[in-house]
């Protein structure tokens, strides 16, 4: 069993826990579930660095990644450094995250959130709503088009953009659909964990203009996303770069500025 079908094994048991503790009810009468959200589609069209920084502990490739870091600081610290967006990765089990983190980046930025964890259930599109999040990532590879069609479509009706990301070719063709607003690229191949950035330029002929494209993993260096630009993408999700030095938000700022330099 590859490592994507074991998270989401793991998934299932969790979010029906997770169900029967909070009813959706109580998800929508949070404070957050009102307030008006922030498009990072928007924001990707409108920037010159299109960088979206991620907040990640650990990862099954990576083990630990950084377990020092204070998100409250991170996200600060991004949003000085002035991204265009921050990824929080919620899931507890491989990445050492949680929706407390979501909470906690919420209220130390204002920048666009994304909700990074693995969508096999509405109810977790509620949870993302309901804890500060703009915007949820959605994963061609689990999902089948028609979940795709009814998550992206239930996210929107909450307000919520949506990120969905492929692979290959294959769940590109079967994911395209309007009630998407950025198609993401992940450079990374999840049973072998290898990265090539080849795979977000042989795709992105086939993702038509009106998605945001956004390329995801493997992108360490300016050079990466100048040589990823011409190709049509204007979002570059970074995580690692960032967070395994002492300071995620400086090294995010200096990555900036050599960047617009």
């Known amino acids: 069993m590859d490592i ?3 998270i989401v094994k793991d998934k299932r048991i969790e979010v029906s826990l997770r169900k029967q503790l909070i009813p ?40 630990v990644i ?5 998100i409250f600081d991170v996200a600060k610290g991004y949003e000085d450094a002035g991204v265009c967006g921050m990824s929080v990765l919620t899931d507890g089990k491989y990445f050492g995250g949680s929706l407390d983190d979501l909470l906690t ?24 709503k309901a804890y500060g999040a703009d915007v949820i990532l959605l994963i061609a590879a689990i999902l089948t088009r028609e979940e795709i069609k ?17 692979h290959n070719e294959e769940e590109l063709h079967k994911s395209i659909m309007p009630s998407l607003d950025m198609l993401g690229v992940n450079n990374r191949n999840l049973k072998t964990f290898e990265v090539s950035l ?16 956004v390329s995801e993993s493997g992108i360490s260096s300016v ?12 979002g570059f999700l970074i995580g ?20 617009n330099n």
């Open 4 to 6: 994507l079908e074991k």
């Open 24 to 63: 959706i009810q109580q998800l929508e009468q949070s404070i957050l579930f009102e307030r008006q959200t922030i498009s990072l589609a928007k924001n990707l069209r409108n920037s010159t660095s299109g960088i979206i920084a991620e907040h990640k502990r650990r990862s099954p490739s990576k083990q």
């Open 66 to 70: 950084n377990h020092d870091l204070n």
């Open 105 to 128: 980046a919420r209220a130390s930025c204002n920048l666009p959130l994304l909700r990074k964890e693995f969508i096999i259930d509405t109810y977790q599109i509620l949870e993302a």
């Open 150 to 166: 009814q998550f992206s479509e239930f996210a929107k009706s909450v307000s919520l953009d949506v990120l969905l990301e492929v």
């Open 198 to 213: 080849e795979t977000s330029k042989k795709l992105s002929t086939l993702i038509p203009n009106d998605f945001v494209k």
């Open 223 to 234: 050079a990466a996303i100048k040589e990823l630009q011409p190709y049509g993408y204007k």
């Open 240 to 259: 690692e770069n960032f967070m395994k030095t002492e300071n995620a938000g400086e090294s995010a700022k200096h990555f900036i500025e050599e960047l």
